[in-house]
């Protein structure tokens, strides 16, 4: 059985995205504040439905060997564990939420850790289930479900157990296993504390008087500089800072690659790889021709790079040149204004939508701005029985609004999937989740080049896109292709030192952006940049954000091209939350990801798109008016 903590989990690392704002201590209007009560009304009703989930946990274990004797015996072992999931992954977002509120509070920490190890004694009591559907065997379990109607909320999450039983261990080794589940995860945990509390980061000042700390935020502010010489200051403060930790940070990493490859090979799989598609049932062909039909679009990305060269005033493009924007835009978008420009934007997608959108703005389900101790990042968690919470850091820029945007796509998704679904196949699959998120920003990014008032503004929006594809078509697969290049080192019995750990990411990212080509000039300092990456923590997933994309891209033409029924088929996806596997949903929506027509078209989109600004770019020119870029001094 699949776990849902792991989903959680997963979901949460995934959806935390977008620019990081500075927080300041700020008087709370509570209507920018979610309501933690729709779930419990008290600390003390969330501790005692904690306890009531406990409980359980002896019920579980009581079930032992009773699988085979009847359909009924099944669904009630099935319906407890369902019920103990349900409740346990309320306890589980309330105290997460509680404590993404203010992360200093010792008593919030407290309450995520006795959630997080909540979830860790479910797997340990639901560890034998698997292995016992096994022994019980295909034909007998399909008779029962046949025999009792009950069980059709449970015959995907059946057949998913059963289809893995190839890699099931036995009933005493599934639960030796369960034991470890916090230690396999501690390289994580290691790596994050170095990254966010232990490496010393620096202070600089940047040109214009302001000093900034370069750890990741300020890394990520500052990086955007109009100021050239400050950004190249920020990489190399930065990157440098980072490098006096390489040896060690290779080790973190070596440690966590190691422990997976161990993993997979005690799963009786061929390679870690094997195992992560096989997770969600994924054909290894949509990361191959992933990989392969992204290196064949180098060109347009280093096309890219030669418009971006060109906007900003370059003589020559070096990679710390990759962040400011094209354009200024002197807008201002603050809350009310984005929820406004969101709702709008979304009338595409139909007045259901739209009013289901409306109706969650107007009540207390988001936590909207920054403040001291709050998470940074943005992220969606749902919750079947009340509704989605979203985090937002808001800031009152075009960041803010496609930030917004994004989150609203997951939590409608998240809607839709619980009006159609019962709870046992609600829970969509990470490869499906950032499909409306990102189908939402493309909406939300063609509504404001549509209603752009200058040529500069309709650029400023058509070179944001540009830059959308830039990070998640090409260079997430980036990400993808070393992740796998570095499993297959280990697999390979070679060792990863953190030195070797750089070449291997050097010789990618160098590739990627043209630099033997003089396209984009990586320096030797860069090649760290891999450190800096948490999500290679997360097992080979960040493919994902890059086949989302492209999913939610050819979707996203399929209703500007199709209208309703377009509109249909998209919202079709959504209400089918994890009924199925996501690569069978994603084929029947009309798209499918082992082919290199999905790929091909989000490279025509791109290459359509620069056509169109270099167009904007001649017309201005020949009117004798320079484009607004950020100072290329």
Do not use: C
Request: charged residues 25%; hydrophobic residues 40%; proline residues 3%.
């Amino acid at each position: 059985m699949r776990y849902r903590q792991l989903l959680l989990t997963a979901f949460i690392a995934l959806l935390a995205a977008h620019t990081v704002v500075a927080a300041e201590e700020v008087t709370v209007d509570p209507s920018h504040t979610w309501d933690l009560s729709d779930m419990y009304p008290s600390i003390e009703a969330w501790d005692k439905a904690r306890e009531e989930v406990a409980a359980n946990f002896e019920k579980i274990e009581q079930r032992r060997g009773t699988l085979g004797k009847s359909a009924n015996d099944l669904y009630q072992t099935l319906q407890l564990i369902s019920d103990t999931e349900r409740k346990a992954g309320r306890v589980l977002v309330y105290a997460g939420l509680n404590f993404d509120e203010d992360q200093r509070v010792t008593e919030t920490l407290e309450h995520r850790q006795l959630a997080s190890m909540l979830y860790s004694s479910l797997g340990e009591s639901t560890a034998w289930v698997q292995p016992e559907l096994i022994a019980v065997g295909r034909e007998v379990i399909e008779s029962y479900i046949a025999d009792d109607e009950r069980l059709a909320p449970f015959t995907f999450q059946l057949d998913d157990s059963l289809r893995n039983a190839a890699h099931t261990l036995g009933e005493e080794a599934e639960q030796t296993l369960s034991y470890f589940s916090q230690s396999f995860g501690a390289p994580s945990t290691t790596y994050e504390l170095l990254a966010n509390s232990d490496i010393p980061w620096p202070t600089i000042t940047l040109a214009n008087g302001e000093e900034v700390r370069v750890d990741s935020q300020g890394y990520s502010y500052a990086r955007a500089s109009e100021n050239r010489a400050d950004r190249k200051l920020v990489f190399d403060t930065f990157w440098g800072k980072w490098g006096e930790y390489r040896s060690a940070t290779g080790m973190v990493l070596n440690s966590h690659i190691q422990t997976q490859v161990a993993l997979a090979k005690a799963r009786n799989y061929d390679s870690v790889l094997q195992r992560e598609l096989d997770q969600d049932n994924l054909p290894p062909a949509v990361y191959h021709t992933l990989v392969a039909e992204v290196n064949k679009a180098l060109p347009t990305l280093h096309r890219y790079f030669k418009l971006r060269e060109r906007i900003l005033g370059l003589e020559q493009m070096h990679y710390y040149d990759i962040y400011p924007p094209l354009v200024s835009l002197d807008k201002t978008f603050d809350y009310e204004t984005s929820k406004a420009i969101t709702l709008d934007a979304m009338g595409v997608l139909g007045a259901d939508w739209v009013a289901m959108q409306k109706a969650g703005m107007e009540q207390r389900w988001t936590h909207v701005y920054p403040q001291q101790g709050k998470r940074s990042g943005a992220y969606q968690w749902g919750v079947y029985d009340v509704h989605p919470y979203l985090l937002l850091n808001h800031s009152d820029n075009y960041d803010g609004l496609t930030t917004l945007a994004h989150e609203w796509g997951h939590a409608i998704h998240t809607l839709y999937a619980k009006q159609a679904q019962p709870y046992e196949t609600s829970d969509y699959a990470i490869f499906i989740a950032e499909i409306p998120s990102t189908s939402l920003e493309l909406i939300l990014q063609d509504y404001m080049a549509q209603h752009a008032e200058s040529i500069d503004e309709q650029l400023f929006y058509l070179g944001e896109g540009l830059e959308g594809m830039r990070g998640t078509f090409f260079r997430q697969t980036m990400f993808a292709e070393f992740e796998l290049a570095l499993y297959e080192a280990a697999e390979r019995g070679e060792a990863l030192s953190g030195e070797g750990i750089s070449k291997i990411y050097g010789e990618i990212q160098r590739r990627y952006h043209g630099h033997d080509d003089g396209v984009v000039v990586v320096d030797d300092l860069y090649n760290n940049e891999w450190m800096f990456i948490n999500h290679f923590y997360r097992n080979m997933y960040v493919f994902q954000y890059a086949t989302s994309q492209i999913a939610g891209t050819a979707l996203y033409d399929k209703i500007t091209n199709e209208g309703a029924a377009g509109v249909e088929n998209y919202k079709n996806l959504l209400k089918a939350g994890g009924s199925d596997y996501p690569y069978a949903l994603l084929v029947a929506a009309g798209v499918d990801l082992t082919k290199p027509e999905p790929y091909q078209a989000m490279v025509r989109k791109m290459n359509a798109i620069m056509d169109e600004m270099e167009r904007l770019l001649d017309q201005k020119e020949s009117q004798g008016q320079g484009v607004s870029p950020q100072s290329a001094h």
